[in-house]
């Protein structure tokens, strides 16, 4: 069974790397902006849906403030990544807002933050494979109705990719990422070409007017509304933090090349968004939550990108079907981020005794394996639960971002008033003050929006996200809770260590086979203080038949018989041990269970699994040492030597 699982895993995600291969896994440039960036580029392929699906609530009429609301999200974003620059160059090591937080705020805080990025990073891959797969469904009817088990799969997927090493998954992801950029960049350049020759490109549902749901919008509800659209749009700013958190993973200089790729995905995402919304409400791109709402419509809805790319290229050519193809698979890779983000704070969360010690390590491939399994996991359950449904997860985004970033440059501002107050440098001064002013605007600009998003998508599925934040943030305070309280009972008292004043050796005994005597032999060999055979008396002819044979075989050791009448075997042993403890409670009782392997894994479940049952229970009793005595069958362990072998 070993051997078999051992080559599967191979299969799956390859051979071993030593650990001086690691530096080898280091991404350059070119490779850490697909692999950090896919996500925050690729959310322009639904950024722009979402707006437009507010503002439909109106009608046609309101679209024409998807302009400001475009306008102000990729201010937003411009701002996000001036301030996270400042962030890589301060805390190059990878802790991100975590870190962040934590050295500069308090443990709490920190720890707030990771309760945020850590169901953010979870929204991340149950958001962008299901709307990846709801792009390719739009195109391939077919597919619609299987989106749980294709977004399920291609989840899977992605775990084993990532499984198999950062640097292959870079390269993955590298050319459809790229080929995103370019095929986005082509329907914008060509869009616009389009109307610079004097020609309007109409989109497919340009003719339909919308059924709206809410009518003569004005004051306050019209400003929620706008509210509400803007907050929908930024999600549009997730991935920008992963580059934060994965700093350790470029090669160096770490600090300056992970910059540079924010610079390049600010850069890039702001563009993408403002020339896919211009072409949106330019070619009259209607959309809506039902196709009910679109007056005369009759079909299904296709996305926006999808739309503009009909309008401009038409939907029979190759350049419309490179668009969709290359949208529908840089929003499934798009997880990805998330792939890279998770497993390294898991791994820093765990060296602070805020996670299990599981996620600590690196695995085969020189990645943090089971962290890559936990998010992968997390994120099949969220799939399920929402029928991986692109509208319904996107209500749960953006508020995990928005808690980090808020957090993340308060620290940074007290992390410059810190540094402020002892650098005597002129130049050294300029730049942390600057710095400082870049990270106050972010602050101020995030704190608004977090609370415009928390008040705007609560009612809306939010309120789930701001229940499970404080639930993953109690849950890590117990497991460091638990640690703690490990280490202060694992610390060894001053002074020598206090020996036991006696060691009662009991030897559990079913029948009288090889493994029996094996474990007699073996106790008798450690010279306890006392020794005694144990049998709990099931059967009566059973039992008296292994007395008999006992006293035939001349065992010099007395056999203790205790009564079961509920035929239970593990509570006698039990009873039998405490009631040896009560009347001396500084004797140890070493207690021996003979077993025998069977030679395939296969042939285990043909025998009873009592032995495994009683550890489990024998490990709780304070004062009880458990000893299991193997006996290997087929021969493979030679003749068992005998109790004449051994004396008291």
């Known amino acids: 069974m070993g051997a078999l699982t051992g080559a599967a895993k191979r299969l799956l995600v390859g051979r071993p790397l030593r650990s001086e291969a690691l530096g080898e896994t280091l991404l350059p440039k070119k490779l850490a902006l697909p692999v950090f960036a896919s996500d925050a580029v690729s959310s322009v392929a639904y950024a722009v849906d979402e707006i437009l699906l507010v503002l439909a609530v109106g009608g046609i009429a309101f679209y024409h403030y998807a302009w400001y609301i475009a306008g102000a999200v990729a201010l937003l974003v411009l701002i996000v990544v001036a301030s996270y620059r400042q962030n890589v160059h301060a805390y190059p090591s990878g802790g991100g807002d975590y870190e962040v937080a934590t050295v500069n705020l308090s443990p709490y805080a920190g720890l707030t933050v990771a309760s945020a990025l850590m169901v953010d990073y979870v929204l991340t891959v149950a958001v962008s494979v299901s709307s990846g797969v709801a792009n390719v469904a739009s195109a391939v009817t077919?597919?619609?109705?299987?989106?749980?088990?294709?977004?399920?799969?291609?989840?899977?997927?992605?775990?084993l990719l990532n499984l198999r090493g950062l640097r292959e998954s870079g390269v993955t992801f590298a050319l459809p990422t790229y080929a995103f950029i370019l095929g986005v960049g082509v329907l914008i350049v060509g869009g616009l070409f389009e109307f610079a020759r004097g020609h309007h490109p109409r989109a497919a549902t340009a003719q339909y007017d919308i059924h709206a749901t809410a009518s003569h919008l004005t004051g306050l509800a019209l400003v929620f509304l706008l509210l509400r659209g803007f907050a929908s749009g930024c999600a549009a700013l997730t991935g920008i933090e992963a580059i934060s958190n994965g700093v350790p993973a470029f090669k160096v200089p770490k600090s300056k090349n992970a910059a540079t790729t924010l610079a390049l995905l600010g850069g890039i995402a702001v563009t993408l968004l403002i020339g896919v919304t211009i072409l949106a409400l330019a070619t009259?791109?209607?959309?809506?939550?039902?196709?009910?709402?679109?007056?005369?419509?009759?079909?299904?809805?296709?996305?926006?990108l999808a739309q503009i790319g009909g309008a401009v290229f038409g939907t029979h050519s190759p350049i419309f079907f490179y668009i969709q193809g290359v949208t529908g698979l840089i929003l499934v890779l798009a997880a990805n981020t998330a792939f890279n983000g998770f497993p390294v704070l898991a791994s820093i969360l765990a060296q602070d005794k805020w996670l299990p010690g599981q996620l600590r390590s690196r695995g085969d491939r020189l990645i943090y394996s089971n962290g890559v399994l936990l998010l992968a996991g997390f994120a099949i359950v969220l799939i399920v639960a929402f029928h991986a449904s692109p509208t319904r997860l996107i209500q749960l985004y953006i508020i995990g971002v928005f808690v980090s970033f808020v957090n993340s440059q308060s620290g940074m501002i007290r992390h410059w008033n810190r540094l402020l107050r002892t650098e005597q440098d002129p130049t050294a001064r300029r730049r942390m003050k600057r710095s400082r002013v870049i990270n106050s605007i972010g602050a101020g600009f995030t704190a608004v929006v977090l609370v415009i998003v928390l008040v705007t998508k609560f009612m809306h599925g939010a309120w789930i996200v701001v229940v499970a934040m404080p639930v993953i943030f109690l849950l890590m305070r117990q497991v460091r809770r638990h640690y703690e309280r490990v280490g202060r009972e694992l610390t060894p008292p001053p002074g020598p260590p206090v020996l036991p004043s006696r060691v009662h050796s009991l030897v559990l005994v079913s029948k009288l086979h090889s493994p029996t005597?094996?474990?007699?032999?073996?106790?008798?060999a450690a010279k306890?203080?006392?020794?005694?055979?144990?049998?709990?008396?099931?059967?009566?002819?059973?039992?008296?038949?292994?007395?008999?044979?006992?006293?035939?075989?001349g065992i010099p050791i007395p056999l203790v018989l205790l009564s079961s009448p509920y035929r239970e075997l593990t509570q006698p042993v039990i009873d039998y041990i405490r009631d040896i403890r009560r009347e001396s409670p500084r004797d140890v009782v070493a207690v021996y269970i003979p077993e025998y392997v069977v030679e395939h894994w296969w042939e285990q479940i043909l025998h009873n699994q009592s032995p495994l049952r009683l550890k489990a229970r024998l490990l709780s009793e304070p004062g009880v040492m458990v000893t299991s005595v193997p006996y290997r069958l087929s021969g493979q362990e030679g003749e068992p030597f005998l109790l004449e072998d051994v004396d008291l």
């Open 142 to 159: 077919s597919l619609q109705g299987h989106a749980v088990a294709i977004t399920v799969g291609i989840v899977i997927v992605i775990m």
């Open 284 to 304: 009259h791109v209607h959309i809506t939550v039902s196709d009910s709402n679109l007056v005369g419509f009759h079909g299904n809805q296709k996305t926006v």
């Open 517 to 524: 005597l094996r474990a007699l032999a073996f106790a008798r």
């Open 528 to 553: 306890p203080h006392t020794l005694e055979g144990v049998t709990v008396s099931i059967d009566d002819q059973e039992t008296q038949a292994l007395q008999k044979e006992w006293v035939e075989r």
